[in-house]
């Protein structure tokens, strides 16, 4: 594939986080858990060996989508919940660049859905960051597609009705080839996330549970705090049994029934619990369902295949089409029907 | 042997009508061109409903090919058919009324049953109550000959009904000494190496329609049309649509960008689609998007990664489209966004023409958001419109709007092969230089520099947010969003200066001045030519540019004692000329999901010519 205009790369390796900032004030809320996302990306990108020109950040609308302008690489603040489209356009044109889409739960899940799922199937070459925090922030406190039932909100005085949606389940549903969730305050696990999906070839889509502390302070206390966190999450390891608590005293095992159940690790026996496999689609829909309180809230990949890429896939038509009918011109083209000539 | 007299006519229109799966599109199109092989100039108005198949023998389900061929230039399909072959009665029902008097009817009288005269609702049969004596009427039993000719290949009863539009165009073959071979090549490449008997079948009965006419002594004539004098030239067969697709194609090579569809289908601009992704070996990239929004956004995208985008649409697709387009004017990216106008408003008449998208991809977003707007006059001027849309997009770093429509998509006529080598090519640059860079620095058209993804040292972002002058940040300065403003409006208004000077067609001053714009131009310029040769003080204008209009429009109207504007809307152009330049307009609307006949534009017209003077 050929770099366009051509010309040779910048030396990825002499990267680091403050290159990847820009000059603009940073506008968030003090103590929002976009800050850390933030730090996380930067620290993250310079280790992974690209060229700083070759990042493209594409966001949508809401407060998380101000992320771009932060972001010292090509990018765009587009318009609300079509960022995944926009930059399926962007990575099918260029498959060789980094296309990252930065999202909400509003943005991605509500006015967005349709973008997000398709690309999800089709699997562009995106990762996908998307800020959970349950409430539409920007607009000053509404609930939003992922709220709780029952929550009380501006435009929910008496409680919400709508069910909400699960993005993992969602991204399931539409058979991503990559699905993690990782949590804002959790600084290392994200970097960990960032750096898997970076890795991924084809639609990478990390949910972060992120606090909004004006909005919807605390929606995710049961996991942000230090303390709580080993009791109530599940961090999922690829071949690993999976273990929870300070001493890694439960676990997760199958019953007769199907069901998940919480066990003592020792005495249900480490060898009968459940192993986690990132290319299982029934462990991964399984663990979507998982959640605080009855079980621990499951962070890390939960989905990890390889299927092919749909912009490589469309480059490799187009040269595979230019290998079988080399040197054709559009008058070529105009020409390959009847001709007549008119004397 | 045939006794039949041969007779030369000049023009002469011909309508096959049917039910919507008895093939009258395709056997109108085999008729179409076979007559331009000919050397005959055509032109053509398939007229189909917008059901894939209704129910067999209704009114719903008639499906229409009208053909225009003549021994000189035409510009329109004709206003009414000289001959109709209708397949049944619905189709009788649908079209006789515009069956020329003393025009030839061919009826297949196999399909006039008591159930289908019933579903066509006739309560006796027209063929023998007399109320059609105004017409010379074929009654002629085209299934069962059909079935009789192709008996001995086989087919089941269902196969070989279908063969029987191919009797219905021999016979009409025969009438106007039209040769079978372009037809018989067809269906040999179509069917031979896939379903031979089908091959076999559609031949036996092209070749038994032929020989019907030339052996059953029914009629009385048959007929010439000779060759047209059309321009010396190399020439093709071409509707709107692949004109559009040729025309981007030939705009991706003459400024060495790589092209990219983004697409939703609708109709009538699918084919656009299945055009473009069929040319991937001249490294068309195309994209079916989920819904119009992300196909619009992916354009853009691609627009941004340096692409020449494009996205394809009819006006209810213009309508989610808006929100985007606007993105495309904020961030200053080329973009060209295709209107393949129906009939409106809402779902409207999706296979019907109309012209009246033109104050929505106008106006039709939020804010102060000017486009540059342009459309095609015929199925072949698609071809140049979608490279002078390339032009101004790059020149001036903007999206674009081309507006074509039903009638011109679907609309066939010979066209004289161009020349891609001698067009100009268009100059683009990607901005490589990181020294002194600014993303909303400005040229001499006020274009803003485009730095593609992947380039060193120009990192930048873009946004829906206002822009910041030169710098591009995001600014909610009370001037700075008066003065972008203005300049995005600005940068508009100098397309005009690459606007080269308006064509008059006719007097160039007089009594009355035809402004026009789109798919009328055929019907217009047919109308506007028979009043001159009447030596009526007429002129013609057709506009390919509808905003910013030439400089020179209003001189030119000024010259005219009256200014007339036929389109096919409630009038949306005089709308725009009156408050541009505050002159008193005269407008001919229609908004039938028809193209207008040149009779009616000449009553029109001429009652303004009275009032003129």
Redesign the interface.
């Known amino acids: 594939m050929t770099?366009?205009?051509d010309?040779?790369?910048?030396d990825a390796s002499a990267l680091s986080a403050k290159d990847f900032k820009?000059d603009?004030d940073v506008r968030w809320c003090p103590g929002c858990g976009d800050y850390s996302i933030l730090a996380q990306v930067q620290r993250t990108l310079p280790t992974l060996g690209i060229?700083?020109?070759?990042?493209?950040f594409?966001s949508g609308i809401g407060c998380s989508s101000r992320f771009?302008?932060y972001?010292?690489?090509?990018?765009?603040?587009?318009?609300h919940g079509?960022a995944p489209?926009?930059?399926?356009?962007?990575?099918?044109?260029?498959p060789?660049?980094n296309t990252w889409v930065i999202t909400g739960d509003g943005d991605s899940l509500s006015i967005g859905t349709?973008?997000l799922m398709?690309a999800l199937r089709r699997n562009v070459n995106l990762k996908i960051i998307l800020f959970n925090n349950r409430i539409y922030g920007l607009t000053k406190g509404q609930y939003s597609p992922t709220s709780e039932v029952g929550k009380k909100t501006k435009s929910t005085p008496y409680g919400s009705l709508d069910h909400p949606f699960n993005p993992i389940a969602v991204a399931l549903g539409a058979e991503a080839s990559f699905v993690a969730r990782s949590i804002d305050v959790d600084a290392k696990h994200m970097k960990a996330m960032i750096q898997r999906a970076a890795a991924h070839e084809g639609t990478a889509l990390i949910e972060v549970f992120q606090n909004c502390n004006i909005f919807n302070d605390g929606a995710f206390a049961f996991i942000s705090d230090r303390r709580e966190r080993p009791k109530t999450s599940l961090v999922l390891e690829h071949g690993q049994p999976m273990r929870f608590g300070k001493k890694k005293e439960y676990g997760i095992a199958i019953g007769p029934d199907m069901k998940p159940r919480v066990v003592d690790a020792e005495a249900h026996g480490v060898e009968n619990l459940l192993v986690h496999d990132e290319g299982n689609p029934t462990i991964a829909y399984l663990l979507s369902q998982l959640s605080h309180p009855d079980f621990p809230t499951p962070i890390g990949v939960f989905r990890d295949i390889q299927r092919p890429v749909y912009d490589r896939m469309?480059q490799a038509?187009?040269d595979?089409?230019?290998a079988?009918?080399p040197g054709?011109?559009?008058?070529d083209?105009?020409?390959s029907?009847?001709?007549?000539?008119?004397? | 042997m045939s006794t039949a007299q041969t007779v030369e006519l000049e023009t002469v229109a011909i309508r096959f009508a049917g039910d919507s799966g008895d093939g009258m599109q395709l056997t109108g199109t085999q008729f179409t061109e076979t007559s331009a092989l000919l050397g005959n100039d055509v032109a053509t108005f398939p007229d189909f409903p917008a059901e894939i198949r209704a129910p067999a023998g209704s009114l719903a389900g008639v499906s229409g090919f009208q053909l225009n061929f003549s021994s000189h230039e035409i510009y329109t399909h004709g206003d009414a058919p000289d001959v109709l072959v209708a397949m049944n009665p619905a189709a009788l029902r649908v079209n006789i009324g515009d069956l020329k008097p003393d025009g030839i009817l061919i009826a297949n009288t196999y399909a006039f049953t008591d159930k289908n005269l019933e579903k066509a609702g006739f309560e006796k049969n027209p063929l023998e109550d007399g109320t059609l004596q105004m017409f010379r009427v074929f009654p002629v039993d085209i299934t069962s000959m059909t079935l009789e000719a192709i008996r001995e290949i086989g087919l089941n009863q269902k196969a070989a009904v279908r063969c029987k539009n191919f009797l219905a165009l021999g016979l009409v073959y025969w009438m106007y000494n039209r040769p079978l071979q372009h037809t018989i090549d067809w269906i040999e490449k179509k069917f031979r190496a896939k379903v031979p008997d089908i091959a076999d079948a559609n031949l036996a009965a092209l070749k038994a329609g032929y020989h019907y006419g030339e052996t059953a002594e029914i009629f009385t004539h048959n007929y010439v049309v000779p060759k047209a004098k059309l321009e010396p030239g190399r020439y093709r067969g071409i509707n709107g649509n692949h004109a559009l697709g040729l025309g981007l194609l030939a705009a991706a090579e003459l400024s060495g960008l790589e092209l990219f569809l983004g697409s939703y289908p609708i109709t009538p601009a699918s084919d656009l689609l299945h055009f473009l992704a069929a040319q991937k070996h001249l490294g068309a990239k195309t994209f079916q998007a989920e819904d119009e929004i992300a196909a619009v956004c992916a354009a853009i995208g691609a627009a941004y990664a340096g692409g020449l985008a494009v996205t394809s649409t009819s006006g209810p697709g213009i309508a989610l489209k808006a929100e985007a387009i606007a993105l495309a004017v904020m961030t200053e990216l080329p973009l060209i966004v295709c209107d393949i106008q129906r009939g409106g408003p809402s779902t409207g008449l999706p296979t019907k023409t109309e012209q009246a998208d033109l104050l929505q991809v106008l106006y039709g977003r939020n804010g102060e958001c000017p486009v540059p707007v342009v459309a095609a006059a015929t199925p072949g001027d698609c071809f140049f419109v979608a490279i002078e849309a390339a032009r101004i997009a790059l020149r001036h770093m903007v999206p674009v709007v081309i507006l074509s429509d039903g009638y011109l998509a679907n609309g066939a006529e010979p066209w004289k092969i161009p020349d891609v080598s001698a067009i100009e090519p268009i100059h683009t640059e990607f901005r490589t230089d990181p020294e002194g860079f600014l993303p909303y620095a400005r040229d001499e058209n006020l274009a803003r520099p485009w730095a593609v993804p992947g380039t060193p040292g120009l990192e930048h972002r873009l946004g829906g947010l206002e822009k910041e002058h030169l710098t591009g940040n995001v600014s909610y300065d009370p001037a700075n969003h008066q003065f972008m403003t203005e300049l995005r409006a600005e940068k508009v208004a100098r397309v005009a200066q690459h606007i080269p000077p308006t064509e008059v067609h006719g007097p160039a001053s007089g009594d009355v001045l035809v402004v026009a714009w789109g798919g009328t131009y055929g019907a217009v310029r047919s109308a506007v030519d028979h009043l001159i040769a009447h030596d009526r003080a007429v002129a013609h204008v057709h506009l390919r540019h509808l905003n910013p209009l030439p400089d020179d429009l209003g001189e030119i109207m000024g010259r005219f004692e009256r200014v007339v504007v036929p389109e096919l809307n409630m009038g949306q152009l005089a709308m725009i000329l009156r408050a541009r330049y505050l002159i008193e307009i005269r407008s001919i609307c229609k908004v039938q999901g028809k193209p207008f006949k040149e009779a009616e534009l000449i009553r029109d017209i001429s009652a303004e010519l009275e009032h003129a003077r």
């Open positions: 770099r366009y205009p010309l040779p790369p910048t820009t603009q060229p700083r020109e070759d990042f493209v594409i771009p302008y972001m010292n690489t090509y990018g765009m603040h587009t318009i079509r489209a926009l930059a399926s356009g962007i990575q099918c044109l260029r060789n660049l349709n973008h398709h469309l038509q187009v595979d089409a230019r079988r009918k054709r011109s559009v008058q083209l105009i020409e029907v009847h001709v007549w000539e008119v004397r």
